[in-house]
């Protein structure tokens, strides 16, 4: 059925000239009822020839290779989409990480911050500790330089005095005292 309206269809669009043309329709004179025959024949032999067959089975194969095509093109789009995905979630993890990384620095930092500070404490406490004891031992020093200038100047002012005042005789008593002095002590 469907052969033959496909057949029909460009008869009755050539019908519409062979109508309109002069004298008898089915005369080898009338060149409209020539091509017709022609046409005829010719779609006949296509028809024949299967042609149509093979432009519908050619047209056929070409939208097969287009679906194809389509399809491939559909997965590469997905696997495209995949990949994108995938480096968006990595770059999202570097980001998180390096956030991380920035966030243990400055930790670090402010750590290392408060171990300085914190030693710089200690050694100017250990310095002002050192400069006390340096302090006191030089005050110590000093008064027991003193103390020894002010012996020595007693000891020079006595002597003095007990030179000028003191005899021949009251010096042997002296030392004759002194030797039974330092007897007494040592025994």
């Keep these: ?4 309206v496909s057949l029909a269809t460009p008869i009755v669009l050539v019908a519409g000239p062979v ?7 089915f005369s080898l004179n ?7 025959i022609a046409f005829v024949l010719f ?7 299967k042609v149509p067959g093979m432009v519908g089975g050619l047209l056929d194969a070409r939208a097969e290779a287009i ?23 990595k770059q ?6 390096s956030a991380d990384i920035v966030t243990h620095a400055k930790s670090e930092a402010e750590a290392a911050a408060q171990q300085a500070h914190v030693a710089l404490n200690e050694s100017i406490a250990r310095r002002l500790a050192a400069a006390v004891d340096q302090i006191a031992s030089a005050e110590v020093a000093a008064v027991k330089e003193v103390q020894d200038r002010a012996v020595s100047v007693a000891i020079a002012a006595a002597r003095d005095v007990i030179a000028a005042s003191m005899s021949a005789k009251d010096g042997g ?15």
């Design 92 to 97: 999202k993890e570097v980001a998180a990480q």
């Design 30 to 36: 009338n060149t409209n009822f020539v091509v017709l």
């Design 173 to 187: 008593a002296l030392i004759d005292d002194a030797i039974a002095d330092v007897a007494q002590k040592l025994h």
């Design 43 to 49: 779609v006949g032999v296509l028809v024949y020839l």
């Design 1 to 4: 059925m469907r052969r033959i």
């Design 67 to 89: 679906k194809s095509e389509l399809d491939e093109a559909r997965s590469l789009r997905e696997e495209a989409q995949l990949l994108l995905a995938s480096y968006e979630r």
């Design 19 to 25: 109508l309109a043309a002069s004298g008898p329709f």
